[in-house]
């Protein structure tokens, strides 16, 4: 039996790795005030239809959508913002703070073809902020997601830049798309032909390169910007510029669901070949109230954290948790005489190991290298009479006899955790 088509099992490094950047992310975000919001794996189906948009690739094709013995319809959620936004409306949140921030981790799942970076079942690492329609909020996250990524030295990384509009200049540019589009209908792409009547935004993005060729001769949406439009997303641009974070300016990209209002952005990484998006967001001043809460401006974007532990594992930036201590014995009577001190070490914070079998010496002292262990406790005949125990630095080659008492003591000094 193997897992189901593109779904993975994380094994105990890939385990570590989410570890590592998920506990980094609450640590972070919460310098800004983020708090973390869990909402159900599964939604009612008409969340999603109603939220993403029934005309977006994620509804339309990837959904996995079932009815239950009951009748419900019920669908796995291939995002979260619908969700977080379905949670602050049915718990009234907003009526006790107008200004809020989360953020969320979790599986999501999508019906896509599996390859590289693309999974049916991956990870994402997701911030809203609901309440202000100020620029100040897209700079504020976009940086704070910038400067969580920057410990982990992703080289190549690009954030691109755009706005997609609202309801004041957005249908103008859409009605202007789809002329263009059908005065050249012969040489667009099925795909394209069908989305230039349903979603036909998402013509921009098409990668076929007769359609390219077509998109490439036509104004782009900034031409269409209302002065509103125009104003907010300058000032997005000024205080990224103040913050000195720099960014390309792409009047093709559109995001792939239909939520999005004005700011849309990507940020992209070099290394990633095909599947090159590592982040993708924007604002989406109409989501809460089309699913029926207050009128709320809303911002926010989510992280392929598949993407992202992948880079990293790629360049090895994540160093290997090694265990500080493990212990070899020669007898066992010994391990159990040993054991409320293996309790004090580790609850005094170091990861303490050693090998159950006790086989010879030298395969104890083999599966301490394999570990990379910080340290050895060797305990003998001899240490066991003196009531000690060899300490062995295996970075160093040096060792010590150190009394049992003290070894917690020692531990804290050499190895402080
Ligand atoms: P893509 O263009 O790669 O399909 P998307 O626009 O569908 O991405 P979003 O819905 O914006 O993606 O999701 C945000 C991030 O989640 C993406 O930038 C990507 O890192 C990650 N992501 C999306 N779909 C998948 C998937 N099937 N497998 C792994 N990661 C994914
Ligand atoms: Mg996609």
Not at 61 to 67: I, R, W
Not at 197 to 224: G, Q
Not at 230 to 250: K, M, N, P, Q, T
Not at 293 to 305: C, E
Request: net charge negative.
């Amino acid at each position: 039996m193997k897992s189901a088509k593109g779904t993975r099992d994380l094994l105990a490094d890939e385990c570590r790795q989410f570890q590592q950047v998920e506990s980094w992310a609450l640590q972070h975000f919460s310098r800004y005030g983020f708090q973390e919001i869990r909402t159900p794996i599964f939604e009612e189906t008409a969340l999603f239809v109603r939220g993403i948009g029934d005309e977006t690739d994620i509804v339309s094709k990837e959904m996995y959508q079932l009815t239950t013995k009951g009748g419900d319809e019920l669908t796995l959620r291939p995002e979260m913002t619908a969700s977080v936004c379905r949670a602050v409306i049915q718990h009234n949140l907003l009526a006790n703070d107008d200004l809020l921030r989360f953020i969320y981790m979790g599986p999501m799942f999508r019906y896509e073809r599996p390859q590289a970076g693309r999974y049916r079942q991956f990870h994402q690492l997701g911030a809203e902020v609901f309440g202000s329609d100020d620029p100040l909020v897209e700079v504020e996250t976009i940086e704070a997601v910038l400067s969580f990524l920057s410990p982990f030295q992703l080289p190549n990384l690009t954030l691109r830049l755009n706005s997609v509009g609202d309801s004041s200049d957005r249908p103008a540019y859409l009605a202007y798309l789809r002329q263009e589009l059908d005065t050249h209908s012969g040489q667009l792409c099925q795909d394209c032909t069908r989305r230039k009547e349903t979603n036909v935004l998402r013509v921009l993005d098409c990668k076929n390169e007769a359609c390219r060729a077509v998109l490439d001769r036509l104004h782009p949406i900034s031409t269409f910007w209302s002065t509103t439009t125009r104003d907010h997303f300058e000032a997005v641009c000024r205080g990224l510029d103040r913050l000195s974070i720099s960014y390309v300016l792409d009047p093709m990209l559109v995001r792939g669901l239909d939520y999005y209002t004005r700011t849309a952005f990507e940020l992209q990484s070099g290394e990633l070949g095909a599947q090159s998006a590592v982040l993708g967001g924007g604002r989406y001043d109409n989501l809460v109230a089309t699913l029926g809460g207050p009128d709320t401006p809303a911002f926010g974007w989510a992280l392929g954290l598949d993407r992202l532990v992948g880079l990293l594992a790629a360049r090895k930036a994540l160093p290997e948790q090694r265990p500080h201590l493990f212990f070899i014995f020669s007898q066992r009577e010994q391990l159990e005489e040993f054991l409320p001190l293996l309790a004090r070490l580790r609850a005094g914070g170091h990861s303490v190991q050693f090998d159950l079998r006790l086989g010879s010496f030298k395969s104890q002292m083999k599966r301490a290298n394999r570990l990379q262990a910080r340290y050895c406790a060797i305990v003998g005949e001899r240490e066991c009479q003196g009531g000690t125990v060899t300490l062995k630095d295996m970075d160093q080659s040096s060792q010590r006899e150190v009394p049992q008492d003290h070894l917690p003591a020692v531990m804290k000094e050499v190895c402080p955790c």
